[in-house]
Nanobody, 126 residues
Framework: QVQLIRSGGGSVPTGGALRLACQTY????????VAWFRQVPCKEREGIGE??????YIADSVKGRFTISQDNRKNTLYLQMNNLKPEDTAMYYC?????????????????????WGQGTQVTVSS
């Protein structure tokens, strides 16, 4: 059984930083992708970053401020968010799928992920 356990999140002022972590359990050896999404009410989930076991991808909307990294020993994917802005306020999710990584520019990329962790709220105050 695949599980994604996320940690991190919270509230920070503009310009602050947060780190989210997503630890995966049960993913079988092979090609799989772990990703971060965020969602605000009435909008589709937006792909932020993903790691396919070899390469990391970051969405243009957060490039230069957000980075993803992984600790393979801990099966954990991190999302480091720096210089946060009020528009980064959202519910953040990690997700996983077998197979390759869909383009983050695909507005429906979220629909290709089968496994989801609980969302964590990130609030950036102005």
């Amino acid at each position: 059984q695949v599980q994604l356990i996320r940690s991190g999140g919270g509230s920070v002022p503009t310009g602050g930083a947060l780190r989210l972590a997503c630890q995966t359990y049960g993913l079988m050896d092979g090609i799989y992708c772990v990703a971060w999404f965020r969602q605000v009410p009435c909008k589709e989930r937006e792909g932020i970053g993903e790691f396919d076991g070899a390469d990391r991808y970051i969405a243009d909307s957060v490039k230069g401020r957000f980075t993803i990294s992984q600790d393979n020993r801990k099966n954990t994917l991190y999302l480091q968010m720096n210089n946060l802005k009020p528009e980064d306020t959202a519910m953040y999710y990690c997700a996983a799928k077998y197979g390759g990584s869909p383009p983050l520019t695909d507005l429906m990329a979220w629909s290709r992920f089968r496994y989801w962790g609980q969302g964590t709220q990130v609030t950036v105050s102005s």
